[in-house]
């Protein structure tokens, strides 16, 4: 089996067209394709819902990526999502507004009941080979105003960056200004909130903090 990936992977048109075929008996469901510019060839896609309101949006799914169950929501002009190559999604849910952008590295996994809201023009970056469990929210906005004694906003959206071989553990919440670096592990139910985090560390608690360093994983049990 393995072997038989090896010869998909490497053969550029027979990936193609077998992803095509994926894609074609899939239930995939697109809407709004006039404003959209969406590029998914030799990505295996299956009950995707992709819906876009505005113009100039654009949706690039990576070769050999596999997602299943997952939506993309896009409102407003000038959004754009990026899922590089041999990602694997699942219940994976993203809201994109405002002239925002998702971007996901190579070799990214997410392993069910993801939400990412990138909105008011901000990015969520996420880096290659992470590692996503269940119950993740992702945020750059509160989605609602908190205004002060004057009557002006005190709650501006924020980009998200998260880095490269970082594994989120389930129930996390990644909310504004939250920058995480390389090789680093955010334990359950950890709460990140606006702060920035350095390569190698396991960050945990609510609100997160780093409690070791100099630590990186694998996600094989050695």
């Given amino acids: 089996m393995y072997g038989l990936k090896l010869f998909i992977r490497s053969n550029e048109s027979f990936m193609n067209f077998l992803a095509f ?7 995939n469901y697109v809407r709004g394709r006039k404003g959209l510019k969406l590029s998914w060839s030799g990505a295996f896609c299956k009950k995707i819902r992709i819906i876009s ?3 100039n949006n654009q949706v690039v799914i990576g070769k050999g990526c596999r ?3 997952c939506a993309i929501n896009i409102y407003g002009d000038h959004n ?3 899922i590089q190559n041999d990602c ?27 939400h990412l809201a990138a909105t008011e ?7 290659e080979r992470s590692l996503f469990a269940s119950e993740i929210v992702v945020r750059t906005g509160d989605s609602h105003s908190v205004l002060d004694a004057n009557g002006n906003r005190i709650n501006q959206a924020k980009n998200v960056a998260i880095g490269n071989h970082v594994w989120t553990g ?3 919440t990644v909310l504004k200004g939250s920058f995480i670096g390389n090789d680093c592990i955010i334990g359950a ?6 702060k920035i985090y350095p390569n190698n560390c396991v960050i945990v608690g609510n609100p997160a903090k780093v409690i070791k360093t100099e630590v990186t994983w694998d996600p094989q049990l050695l």
């Fill in 21 to 27: 075929i994926y894609r074609l008996v899939g239930f």
């Fill in 53 to 55: 309101h505005g113009k």
């Fill in 67 to 69: 997602l299943r169950n």
């Fill in 80 to 82: 754009r999502v990026i």
């Fill in 88 to 114: 694997v999604g699942h219940e994976l849910d993203m809201w994109i507004s405002e002239g925002s952008m998702v971007k996901i590295g190579e070799h990214t996994h997410f392993a069910g009941n993801i």
């Fill in 121 to 127: 023009g901000k990015e969520i970056s996420i880096g």
């Fill in 170 to 172: 389930q129930n996390v």
């Fill in 189 to 194: 139910c950890s709460l990140v909130s606006g």
